[in-house]
């Protein structure tokens, strides 16, 4: 019988184990127990972060669909919806880079297309350890390659993304995968079975006894037995999965079914549980027509198998041929495995035996929820006392290793890798802040970024949310976009952990707070905890996905200066602020202090002038200091324009040269302009009370910084850009290769 | 004048290309089912990018084996246009209408950029719009894209103009640095003997708007449409 070994293998408590008794109505038999143990775990219940999530502002004049579904959707206009959201891969990734990542891919791509939109873009977050370890460089190789193999094959561009770099990364590296798809508002598919009669298929892959457990594998932490999780990683056909991507499209173009959900976490028994608990209705299903790939496999098994590229569809039941002819066109199977009965049970059978039945709402929608204990994060840090950090006496040095580090240099290396063009609609290249997207048939634009920073979350958890939207929100201003939805990660530690529970609360607070402010909603997301190894948790990762809208692509903006002579404005101001700084880490080797201070209204007020001036066309360039402070942020808008403009800034004085070089002071944006516009941009800012000053020119072959006419650096722009250029390829330099410039 | 766009399980290029074709060139363009034996009167045939039945084998190695393959050869033993792009390209190389094999890319990584080519033979009926050491700006995405040919092939397409496009750098120089993906003779594109069939791995329908950041690629497209014409 179920004893508490059984129990604690399936990881659910003695208390969550009585509960399934009385819901159940008798002891559930080892199948029945594994349906609960998957659907009941953290990765699909959510069950310590509802409580906290509920406090994210959701609705929206345009938001078609909030949390609760794969994924969220936003009305764009025109007839037309932006269907996006990002999902966590972190465990599998680290047991097997490759696949983990790969799988990953696959599965936010089902959760985008089950609903009836054709996925357009990709982007991801990653977090490593640093590259001179070994180990860390063999895993962001296989994630870049996963990554790279599954969406090029498909054909969904990865436009963009962010990458940083932390020890505390090192043994939870962290894989979060963002997608959005465009679709006809009457098109739209949700995960539903609707009236009893109507037939279940399941179509795609064949089932195997890869990914078993996968999400219960997902809601523990690491030890020292990592490596014999490595069955549980699911294998990815990306081939497999655009025959299906075709297959599905066009049944539900053609309006053949009535409903649809994608088999990725708990496989199978999420989607005959979750289909008819959103339609009040049961299925029976009889497990020996699932398609499978190997003899011998146990219902649980069947039932627990995460085996990809597979999805479940209800229809009506004189449809049934047609979608079957559909898929047949694509080479794959549509099995009519059972069908959707009126008694809001799930029953399957096997080999004529009853070997499940159990209520669906009882596994979908009464997993106790818990309001596990938090400790408030210690008192936040006082701000960095600068003075105990003494001034490096070489200025271009210092500039020279920021630029070289790994989480400041250029990520070509990376996004080369990735075909980020295919579908034809990618109008800026990756490395920019942002990823913009034309849409075909219109003059509208979608742009969309991923940001957050781990360090500042783990030093200043609500600051560190306030951040994470603060700094996407002014990213799509840059471009000229405003904000219409969030998508976000949650990447934490073990959530029985009161601080990691402490941490968490704040974040999703800071988070709250900066989306009300913008008056954005969130869409859904994910969370993923348990990113401990050996009892070490990763910094609290916020990861932010926020999507906006051009409404006209001609007047987009880019980060590179665009000519010589152009005058070079900060709107913002720099303050005294080096907590967290990526100066203070590579310089200094310390990550402590408080991080940047975020005034949400001075932001907005920033944002708004940018937005405005783009607007009026008042602005030629535009980017936001954010890792490496002012310094590195003007060094990269002369690296991405052409031919290597320099440019000569004259810093004022009143902070130490390193803040004013180097401190990520938020709320900050550096635009070029015009000579003729200048006075047009600061009258704008003015009337936002923003502070805003001309603070340089663009032009000559050198990165300039003065301090009230006294020169601080001096650096060839050349010689700049190859530092940053190469410093991640020369951690992967094959021997005897010389890797090539841009 | 009509194109057909032939659609592989697997081809991921193929809307761009009858994007490209019917919105910016503006010809009709039928979407041509690998599994047909139909080129539904196409005057020229293009054989999109992708992953064809996923590449797990060589590149373009079971495409080759499609229905609507033997019309493909059949139309180009008769004088038929066609043209491969990247995977289009390995599938032609499969089929032995044009010579070589790809290998992976010198870097041994995917690669996706924009390149520059230049323009070897302005004669050919896929660049006559162009002109001879023209540099045009196109983008590449392919891991397996490293032409390789024995020296009897090279030397004979060497010397019959079957060259078309060559990796060059941004002054139209032939250097190491330029040639990306470490093709023999840097060829980016070439003929058959009688030139009405070519392969090329640059992207000319991600280069034709200027939103995409180059309009080089029309003149590929552009130079078909004069070859029919005439």
């Given at each position: 019988?179920?004893?508490?070994?059984?129990?604690?293998?399936h990881n659910?408590?003695?208390e969550?184990y009585?509960?399934?008794?009385?819901?159940?109505?008798?002891?559930?038999?080892?199948?029945?127990?594994?349906?609960?143990?998957?659907?009941?775990?953290?990765?699909?219940?959510?069950k310590?972060?509802?409580?906290?999530?509920?406090?994210?502002?959701?609705?929206?004049?345009?938001?078609?669909?909030?949390p609760?579904?794969?994924?969220?959707?936003?009305?764009?206009?025109?007839?037309?919806?932006?269907?996006?959201?990002?999902?966590?891969?972190?465990?599998?990734?680290f047991?097997?880079?490759?696949?983990?990542?790969?799988?990953?891919?696959?599965?936010?791509?089902?959760?985008?297309?089950?609903?009836?939109?054709?996925?357009?873009?990709?982007?991801?977050?990653?977090?490593?350890?640093?590259?001179?370890?070994?180990?860390?460089?063999?895993?962001?190789?296989g994630?870049?390659?996963?990554?790279?193999?599954?969406?090029?094959?498909?054909?969904v561009?990865?436009?963009?993304?962010?990458?940083y770099?932390g020890?505390?990364?090192?043994?939870?590296?962290?894989?979060n995968?963002?997608?959005?798809?465009?679709?006809?508002?009457?098109?739209?598919?949700y995960?539903?079975?609707?009236?009893a009669?109507?037939?279940?298929?399941?179509?795609?892959?064949?089932?195997?006894?890869?990914?078993?457990?996968?999400?219960?594998?997902?809601?523990?932490?690491f030890?020292?037995?990592?490596?014999?999780?490595?069955p549980?990683v699911?294998?990815?056909?990306p081939?497999?999965?655009?025959?299906?991507?075709?297959?599905?499209?066009?049944?539900?173009?053609?309006?053949?079914?009535?409903?649809?959900?994608?088999?990725?976490?708990?496989?199978?028994?999420?989607?005959?549980?979750?289909?008819?608990?959103?339609s009040?209705?049961?299925?029976?299903?009889?497990?020996?027509?699932?398609?499978?790939r190997?003899?011998?496999m146990?219902?649980?098994?069947?039932?627990?198998?995460?085996s990809?590229?597979?999805?479940?569809i209800?229809?009506?039941?004189?449809?049934?041929?047609?979608v079957?002819?559909?898929?047949?066109?694509?080479?794959l199977?549509?099995?009519?495995?059972g069908r959707?009965?009126g008694?809001?049970?799930?029953?399957?059978?096997?080999?004529?035996e009853?070997?499940?039945?159990?209520?669906?709402?009882?596994?979908v929608?009464?997993?106790?929820?818990?309001?596990?204990?938090?400790?408030?994060?210690?008192?936040?840090?006082?701000?960095t006392?600068?003075?105990?950090?003494?001034?490096?006496?070489?200025?271009?040095?210092?500039l020279?290793?920021?630029?070289?580090?790994?989480?400041?240099?250029?990520?070509?290396?990376?996004?080369?890798?990735?075909?980020?063009?295919?579908?034809t609609?990618?109008?800026?290249?990756?490395?920019a802040?942002?990823?913009?997207?034309r849409?075909?048939?219109?003059?509208?634009?979608?742009?969309?970024?991923?940001d957050?920073?781990g360090?500042?979350?783990?030093?200043?958890?609500?600051?560190?949310?306030?951040?994470?939207?603060?700094?996407a929100?002014?990213?799509?201003?840059?471009?000229?976009?405003?904000?219409?939805?969030?998508?976000?990660c949650?990447?934490?530690?073990n959530?029985?952990?009161?601080?990691?529970?402490?941490?968490?609360k704040?974040?999703?607070?800071?988070?709250s707070?900066?989306?009300?402010?913008f008056?954005?909603?969130?869409?859904?997301?994910?969370?993923?905890?348990?990113?401990?190894?050996?009892?070490?948790?990763?910094?609290?990762?916020?990861v932010?996905?926020?999507?906006?809208?051009?409404?006209?692509?001609?007047?987009?903006?880019?980060?590179?200066?665009?000519?010589?002579?152009e005058?070079?404005?900060?709107?913002?101001?720099?303050?005294?602020?080096?907590?967290?700084?990526?100066?203070?880490?590579?310089?200094?080797?310390?990550?402590?202090?408080?991080?940047?201070?975020?005034?949400?209204?001075?932001?907005?007020?920033?944002?708004?002038?940018?937005l405005?001036?783009?607007?009026?066309?008042?602005?030629?360039s535009?980017?936001?200091?954010?890792?490496g402070?002012?310094?590195?942020?003007?060094?990269?808008?002369a690296?991405h324009?052409?031919?290597?403009?320099?440019?000569?800034?004259?810093?004022?004085?009143?902070?130490r040269?390193?803040?004013?070089?180097?401190?990520?002071?938020?709320?900050?944006i550096?635009?070029?302009?015009?000579q003729?516009?200048?006075?047009?941009?600061?009258?704008?800012?003015?009337?936002?009370?923003v502070?805003?000053?001309?603070?340089?020119?663009?032009?000559?072959?050198?990165?300039?910084?003065?301090?009230?006419?006294?020169?601080?650096?001096?650096?060839p722009?050349?010689?700049?850009?190859?530092?940053?250029?190469?410093?991640i390829?020369?951690?992967?330099?094959?021997s005897?290769?010389t890797?090539?410039?841009? | 004048?009509?194109?057909?766009?032939?659609?592989?399980?697997?081809?991921?290029?193929d809307?761009?290309?009858?994007?490209?074709?019917?919105?910016?060139?503006?010809?009709?363009?039928?979407?041509?089912?690998?599994?047909?034996?139909?080129l539904?009167?196409?005057?020229?045939?293009?054989?999109?990018?992708?992953?064809?039945?996923?590449?797990?084998?060589?590149s373009?190695?079971?495409?080759r084996?499609?229905?609507l393959?033997?019309?493909?050869?059949?139309?180009a033993?008769?004088?038929?246009?066609?043209?491969?792009?990247?995977?289009?390209?390995?599938?032609?190389?499969?089929?032995?209408?044009?010579p070589?094999?790809?290998l992976?890319?010198?870097?041994l990584?995917?690669?996706?950029?924009f390149v520059?080519?230049?323009v070897?033979?302005?004669?050919?009926?896929?660049t006559?719009?162009?002109?001879?050491?023209?540099?045009?700006?196109?983008?590449?995405?392919?891991?397996?894209g490293?032409?390789?040919?024995?020296p009897?092939?090279?030397?004979?397409?060497e010397?019959?103009g079957?060259?078309?496009?060559?990796?060059?750098d941004?002054d139209?120089?032939l250097?190491?640095?330029?040639?990306?993906?470490?093709?023999?003779?840097?060829?980016?594109?070439l003929?058959?003997?009688r030139?009405n069939v070519?392969?090329m791995?640059?992207?000319p329908?991600r280069?034709?708007?200027?939103?995409?950041g180059?309009?080089?690629?029309?003149i590929?497209?552009?130079?078909?449409?004069?070859?029919?014409?005439?």
């Amino acid at each position: 019988m179920i004893d508490p070994n059984i129990l604690s293998r399936h990881n659910l408590t003695p208390e969550e184990y009585d509960l399934i008794v009385r819901l159940v109505g008798r002891e559930p038999n080892l199948t029945e127990l594994g349906i609960f143990s998957a659907m009941w775990s953290e990765h699909c219940s959510y069950k310590s972060s509802k409580i906290h999530l509920k406090k994210l502002p959701t609705g929206g004049k345009n938001v078609v669909q909030g949390p609760g579904e794969n994924a969220g959707i936003i009305d764009i206009g025109d007839g037309r919806v932006v269907v996006f959201k990002i999902e966590s891969h972190n465990h599998p990734s680290f047991i097997e880079p490759f696949q983990g990542a790969a799988t990953g891919v696959g599965g936010i791509l089902r959760d985008i297309f089950t609903m009836g939109a054709r996925p357009i873009a990709l982007m991801d977050s990653l977090r490593f350890g640093p590259l001179e370890n070994p180990r860390n460089r063999s895993i962001m190789d296989g994630v870049v390659a996963g990554i790279s193999a599954y969406g090029n094959a498909i054909g969904v561009p990865t436009v963009g993304g962010e990458v940083y770099f932390g020890e505390v990364y090192s043994l939870n590296p962290l894989v979060n995968v963002f997608c959005l798809g465009l679709a006809d508002k009457d098109k739209i598919f949700y995960a539903r079975t609707e009236d009893a009669g109507n037939a279940v298929l399941y179509v795609g892959a064949k089932t195997g006894r890869d990914g078993i457990h996968g999400a219960s594998m997902a809601s523990q932490e690491f030890g020292e037995d990592t490596e014999t999780k490595r069955p549980n990683v699911q294998v990815g056909d990306p081939f497999k999965e655009k025959l299906l991507l075709e297959a599905c499209l066009e049944v539900m173009d053609r309006h053949l079914i009535v409903g649809i959900q994608d088999m990725g976490a708990a496989g199978l028994t999420c989607s005959t549980t979750e289909m008819p608990a959103k339609s009040g209705r049961g299925v029976e299903i009889d497990l020996g027509l699932v398609p499978q790939r190997e003899a011998g496999m146990t219902p649980d098994e069947i039932m627990l198998s995460e085996s990809q590229e597979r999805m479940l569809i209800a229809c009506k039941p004189e449809r049934v041929e047609e979608v079957q002819a559909a898929f047949a066109k694509w080479d794959l199977d549509a099995v009519a495995i059972g069908r959707v009965t009126g008694d809001g049970r799930l029953r399957c059978r096997f080999h004529g035996e009853i070997v499940v039945d159990v209520p669906v709402s009882a596994v979908v929608d009464l997993c106790p929820m818990y309001k596990r204990p938090y400790e408030a994060p210690e008192a936040a840090p006082r701000p960095t006392e600068t003075g105990r950090y003494p001034l490096p006496a070489d200025w271009n040095g210092t500039l020279k290793r920021l630029l070289a580090s790994s989480t400041i240099a250029e990520k070509e290396w990376i996004y080369r890798q990735y075909d980020h063009m295919v579908q034809t609609n990618t109008a800026h290249l990756p490395g920019a802040g942002a990823a913009v997207l034309r849409i075909k048939g219109s003059s509208k634009g979608l742009v969309m970024t991923l940001d957050g920073n781990g360090l500042y979350a783990h030093l200043d958890p609500r600051t560190g949310g306030m951040i994470a939207v603060a700094e996407a929100c002014r990213n799509l201003a840059c471009v000229g976009a405003r904000p219409v939805g969030v998508t976000n990660c949650l990447n934490f530690g073990n959530p029985e952990k009161p601080e990691v529970m402490g941490q968490f609360k704040e974040v999703v607070e800071g988070i709250s707070e900066a989306c009300r402010t913008f008056e954005i909603p969130v869409t859904g997301g994910n969370v993923s905890f348990y990113n401990d190894t050996e009892g070490v948790s990763i910094y609290p990762t916020p990861v932010l996905g926020i999507v906006g809208l051009l409404d006209d692509m001609a007047k987009a903006v880019t980060p590179g200066f665009k000519a010589e002579g152009e005058a070079i404005i900060l709107l913002g101001e720099t303050r005294d602020e080096l907590g967290g700084t990526e100066y203070l880490k590579v310089i200094h080797g310390r990550e402590e202090g408080a991080p940047p201070g975020l005034d949400l209204e001075r932001e907005r007020a920033v944002q708004e002038t940018c937005l405005e001036a783009v607007g009026l066309g008042l602005v030629r360039s535009a980017h936001d200091p954010s890792e490496g402070g002012l310094a590195v942020c003007a060094a990269e808008c002369a690296f991405h324009g052409p031919g290597g403009i320099g440019f000569a800034i004259d810093l004022q004085g009143g902070h130490r040269p390193d803040v004013l070089l180097f401190a990520e002071s938020q709320s900050r944006i550096l635009v070029t302009s015009k000579q003729e516009d200048i006075a047009k941009v600061l009258d704008l800012a003015k009337e936002r009370g923003v502070p805003a000053a001309v603070i340089g020119r663009t032009g000559g072959a050198s990165l300039k910084f003065s301090l009230e006419g006294r020169t601080l650096i001096d650096l060839p722009a050349a010689e700049a850009k190859t530092i940053w250029m190469n410093a991640i390829p020369e951690y992967f330099k094959i021997s005897g290769e010389t890797e090539n410039g841009r | 004048m009509k194109f057909g766009v032939v659609v592989f399980p697997g081809s991921n290029c193929d809307f761009d290309t009858v994007h490209a074709l019917r919105e910016v060139i503006g010809r009709p363009t039928e979407i041509l089912w690998h599994k047909d034996h139909d080129l539904r009167g196409a005057d020229c045939v293009v054989l999109p990018g992708g992953f064809s039945y996923g590449d797990y084998l060589r590149s373009g190695a079971i495409a080759r084996f499609s229905p609507l393959m033997q019309e493909v050869r059949e139309f180009a033993e008769k004088g038929g246009l066609v043209l491969g792009i990247c995977n289009g390209f390995q599938v032609l190389l499969e089929l032995g209408l044009l010579p070589g094999a790809m290998l992976r890319n010198k870097g041994l990584k995917f690669l996706c950029r924009f390149v520059t080519v230049r323009v070897e033979n302005a004669g050919t009926r896929f660049t006559n719009a162009g002109r001879k050491g023209q540099v045009l700006r196109m983008p590449i995405a392919h891991f397996d894209g490293n032409y390789y040919a024995d020296p009897a092939v090279l030397e004979d397409i060497e010397r019959n103009g079957r060259i078309v496009f060559r990796y060059c750098d941004p002054d139209g120089r032939l250097t190491d640095e330029a040639n990306v993906n470490g093709s023999l003779h840097a060829i980016a594109g070439l003929t058959n003997a009688r030139g009405n069939v070519m392969g090329m791995m640059p992207h000319p329908e991600r280069a034709s708007e200027a939103i995409l950041g180059s309009t080089d690629g029309r003149i590929v497209f552009e130079s078909l449409l004069r070859a029919i014409a005439s």
